[in-house]
């Protein structure tokens, strides 16, 4: 029968032969246990054994004939630091022994009272303690290193003593050395920063009441220095069995830079890099808070100025963005001059700006700040060695109950901006609530017009243009009509002005352009004539400003099968005015194509006659408004004459709109007009209407023109 045995190998120490044998015999005698041993009888060689072989457990003689005393015991702790040493002593050197346990001895016995199963137990025992100590060393060793070696500030608070252990790091992030903050929890309390305290304690005490899984805070802390650093604190209680917490330990981390990178990519995405002033979301933000405090308190009045600067545009493209951004920079820092510590001025994009004035005393007190901006900004910009002037017209929407967001006040502050610069540059306008209604006004038609054209709402009426020799009718000039399902017909002078400003100018324009073509292709081909009947249709100036404008025009006549020159766009002297070398281009392709090109309202304009020399035009058209005065001004019959003849000399032909008198038609004729428009002969009217006006020949009587609608 074999037992199951533990193998353990031992080194024996000592000189007396006999001893030695009966030790040996008290081995072979622990059940359990197969013992390999080695025996020295001097120190000498044990010690060599001892630091050569790997033993389970040394047995030490401390009087040996090269060596007495606790000195053996110390001597084979060094040999053998990984083995576990009994010592053997005499009854009369007992007590040597305890000294030996703590030269690192695990356990002591005497000679004499030693049996098998006493030196077993002793042995086991031994071999344990040994490896548990190891064990607590190395952990503890382990620990301190990890302290000493952290970044972070470790802390362990006995909560019942209030005594706090502190790392020196712990120490070292608030800039003291080790002997400087003593073991007490207040050291740390009474250095969290004021503004941090209350929630640094809310979160210790979440914790402490088992509210939280652990205890964790960023907050600022007062340096030895006097300045503050930003930590973050993570740690955890240990309780007892009803919850109370004993003991709690953690760490502390310094997040300073991490707190000041936050810092600045906040300020940074809430600021304007060129001026540095607020951005939009910051200015929205801070006027978010006063429109709050204006609900619940409404004696707390404010105000909203928006402005961008007059001739910006100008000034950048002539003079480049380097003078623009610097331009910027210190109208930016002029207005600043001009305001209060609690007001805002901010950034809102390109050269726009906005304010808000805090605590105003009266809807007035606006206007006085800015007429000080307005000064501000009236003296002149020295700008690397160029002098630069510019000037702001100003909106400004008052605080009042009606406003529910900010963005409705930037919206009222923006229209009056609109209506300031429409009196000229360097002005204000205080919104009010006539300006209120035209917006809600000119936004309901925007909607509506976007509807109009996907629900078919739009019409195109035809008004003839005639030969004012044979009184034929050459073509028509398209012109669109609006049905609103309530307002009924709407004329374009109500709507072509918001289209306009809106992206519905392309889909419109369109509209109306392969409508007008579509319509004249089967005109043409219904009346043949020489030369064929033409179509004129009004085109928008934005509409000039798109690339492929020529290209479309030319596939669509393809499509249509209709000549170039039958088609006639109609553009005003603003649009060359306004686009300037911008739609030359285009013109100068539809120029190529064969379309001809009309000059609409011509008289009307700015500097009429220098664009003329610019580009050659086919037609002018004269404003009805000179035809329309001839007949009692003398002034208008010269100048109608004057534009004829100016024509005729630059070979383009003339137009004249608006002819209602037989008056008006036969001073035409005397001057040689050869082409005229308006009312004499027929309004506009609908598609059929000129279906039968063309069938009884084109050539007009007074009945034709009752029948017609407009
Ligand atoms: P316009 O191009 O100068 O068109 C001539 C305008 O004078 C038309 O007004 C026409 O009805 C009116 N008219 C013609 N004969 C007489 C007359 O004997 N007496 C008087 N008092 N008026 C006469 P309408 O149709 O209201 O169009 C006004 C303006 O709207 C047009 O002026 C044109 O600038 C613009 N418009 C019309 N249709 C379109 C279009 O499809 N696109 C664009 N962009 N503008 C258009
Ligand atoms: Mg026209
Ligand atoms: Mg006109």
């Known amino acids: 029968m074999t037992e199951l045995s533990v193998t353990c190998k031992l080194l024996l120490v000592e000189d007396i032969e006999s001893e030695a044998q009966l030790v040996t015999k008290h081995l072979r005698r622990v059940s359990g246990w197969r013992f390999i041993i080695d025996h020295c009888d001097r120190l000498t060689p044990g010690l060599e054994r001892a630091s050569d072989e790997r033993y389970d457990v040394i047995l030490l003689d401390l009087n040996l004939p090269d060596g007495a005393g606790l000195e053996v015991c110390q001597r084979m702790r060094k040999s053998a630091p990984q083995t576990p040493i009994i010592v053997l ?99 740390w309390f009474e250095r969290v920063d004021q503004r941090d305290r209350e929630r640094f304690n809310e979160a210790l005490n979440q914790h402490l009441e088992g509210r939280t899984q652990y205890f964790e805070c960023e907050y600022r802390m007062m340096t030895k220095g006097g300045d503050v650093r930003w930590v973050s604190t993570r740690g955890v209680a240990i309780k007892d069995e009803v919850g109370t917490a004993l003991r709690m330990a953690g760490s502390m981390t310094d997040i300073t830079r991490r707190k000041q990178t936050e810092a600045r990519l906040l300020h940074e ?188 709402e739009f019409e195109i009426y035809y008004q003839p243009i005639v030969d004012l020799r044979s009184e034929r009718v050459e073509g028509f000039e398209a012109l669109l009509r609006w049905h609103h399902p309530s307002r009924g017909l709407v004329m374009p002078e109500e709507f072509i002005g918001v289209v306009e400003d809106t992206s519905l100018v392309a889909p419109i324009g369109w509209w109306v352009i392969e409508h007008a073509c579509h319509q004249l292709a089967v005109w043409q081909r219904l009346f043949p004539g020489v030369p064929p009947l033409t179509m004129s249709v009004n085109v928008s100036g934005r509409l000039f400003l798109t690339d492929d404008m020529a290209k479309r025009i030319a596939a669509l006549l393809e499509d249509c099968g209709l000549a170039p020159n039958s088609l006639r766009l109609e553009i005003t002297e603003r649009v060359v005015m306004d686009h300037g070398d911008l739609v030359l281009s285009t013109l100068a392709d539809l120029r190529d194509l064969g379309v001809e090109l009309h000059v609409d309202d011509f008289g009307t304009g700015y500097s009429s006659l220098s664009y003329l020399q610019r580009f050659r035009y086919d037609t002018l058209k004269i404003d009805r408004s000179f035809i329309q005065t001839m007949s009692d001004k003398i002034d208008s019959s010269a100048i109608v004459e004057a534009i004829i003849t100016l024509s005729a000399t630059l070979g383009m032909k003339v137009v004249a709109e608006g002819v209602e008198t037989a008056d008006q038609v036969r001073r035409l004729r005397a001057m040689h007009c050869p082409s005229a428009q308006g009312y004499w002969y027929s309004r506009p009217m609908h598609q059929d209407a000129v279906s039968d006006y063309l069938r009884v020949g084109g050539h007009l009587t007074t009945e034709v023109s009752t029948f017609v609608a407009h």
């Open 89 to 187: 002593t005499n009854q009369t050197s007992a007590e040597l022994g305890t000294k030996a346990l703590r030269e690192g001895a695990q356990d002591y016995l005497i000679k004499r009272e030693v049996d098998g199963p006493t030196l077993g137990r002793a042995i086991r025992y031994a071999i344990e303690r040994f490896r548990v100590d190891k064990a607590l060393r190395e952990s503890e060793q382990r620990y301190a290193l990890a302290v000493s070696g952290a970044n972070d500030g470790i802390w362990d608070w006995e909560i019942r003593e209030d005594e706090v252990y502190f790392s020196s790091r712990w120490k070292g992030i608030l800039g003291y050395s080790d002997g400087e903050i003593a073991d007490q929890v207040r050291e």
């Open 269 to 456: 995405a809430m600021h304007d890099a060129l001026t540095g002033l607020p951005n939009r979301i910051l200015f929205m933000d801070r006027l978010d808070l006063i429109l709050r405090r204006f609900r619940r308190d409404p004696s707390k009045l404010f105000a909203v100025l928006f402005f961008d600067l007059d001739r910006f545009k100008h000034i950048n493209d002539s003079l480049g963005h380097a003078v623009g951004d610097e331009l910027l920079a210190q109208v930016a820092s002029r207005i600043l001059g001009c305001l209060r510590p609690g007001d805002t001025l901010a950034r809102l994009g390109g050269d726009e700006f906005g304010i808000v004035l805090n605590d105003i005393a009266g809807p007035s007190d606006p206007i006085y700040v800015v007429e000080r901006v307005q000064e501000a900004l009236a003296l002149e910009f020295e700008i690397e060695a160029h002098t630069v002037y510019t000037s702001a017209s100003i909106g400004i929407a008052v605080s009042s109950e009606i406003y529910r967001a900010p963005d409705e006040m930037l919206r009222d502050a923006d229209i009056a901006m609109y209506r300031a610069k429409s009196a000229g540059q360097a002005t204000y306008a205080v919104f009010d609530t006539y300006m209120h209604d035209q917006a809600m006004f000119q936004h309901r038609l925007e909607t509506d017009l976007r509807r109009a054209l996907d629900k078919g």
